[in-house]
């Protein structure tokens, strides 16, 4: 029901599609059953009960998709689950995690307004999240930590980089523009806001 997480319930839809995309290597790979898979499978399943006894609903939720993932493993065995590593992986970002992350967005976007505003010459002072200047008292919500976009960002900056690089290198550097652009963006939209707000009042800024 979150819309921070309304990406992850196309997360599946993917990993079927990447599966598929690797259809003609993995038809070419004998299946195998891996017995051996019954270990880690008993593991993350000893990991869904301590977060089912300590009511840590992301423990259960991730210990369930390494559960599917070691099935996976049990199944069609090693060769096949090697080469399928990235799309089972992809997995995880169905998961809605990263709601911890909301505080220590919040004041990097603070930092970023606050410093931009320095920068324009427009006096300013911050007071944890709250942001002070001459025209008004603006405050950093928890909906303007843009941990959303952050979250859809990875997701789709993790596929792209699967889909269109082949070097390691080039696929990292890829992901950590996906991380660091949406967090700067997010800075520069709260401070386009506050200025509005400073040049066209309060109300000009709502609409």
């Keep these: 029901s979150s819309q921070t997480f309304g990406h992850a319930l196309f997360v599946f839809p993917v990993t079927l599609f990447l599966l598929h995309h690797l259809r003609h290597h993995l038809a070419a790979l004998r299946p195998k059953a891996a017995p051996w898979a019954l270990v880690p499978m008993a593991g993350a399943a000893l990991c869904w009960a301590i977060g089912d006894l300590a009511n840590l609903m992301v ?7 390494a559960i599917w993932q070691s099935l996976f493993l049990l199944v069609f065995g090693w060769e096949v689950t090697r080469r399928s590593l990235f799309p089972l992986a992809y997995l995880y970002l169905a998961v809605p995690f990263g709601l911890s992350l909301i505080p220590a967005l919040q004041d990097v976007t603070a930092q970023i307004v606050v410093y931009l505003l320095r920068f324009g010459g427009v006096p300013v002072f911050l007071n944890g999240y709250h942001i002070e200047i001459p025209t008004g008292s603006f405050l950093v919500a928890e909906a303007c930590s843009g941990v959303r976009y952050l979250m859809v960002c990875i997701a789709l900056g993790t596929l792209a980089a699967y889909l269109f690089f082949r070097s390691w290198l080039r696929r990292t ?3 950590a ?3 660091v652009v949406p967090i700067v963006a997010n800075g520069i939209r709260a401070y386009s806001i506050i200025m509005i707000a ?10």
Aim: proline content about 0%; hydrophobic content about 50%; glycine content about 8%.
């Design 59 to 65: 423990v259960k939720q991730l210990a369930f998709v």
């Design 173 to 175: 550097l890829f992901v």
């Design 177 to 179: 523009l996906s991380i």
């Design 198 to 207: 400073h040049h066209g009042g309060h109300e000009f800024a709502r609409d």
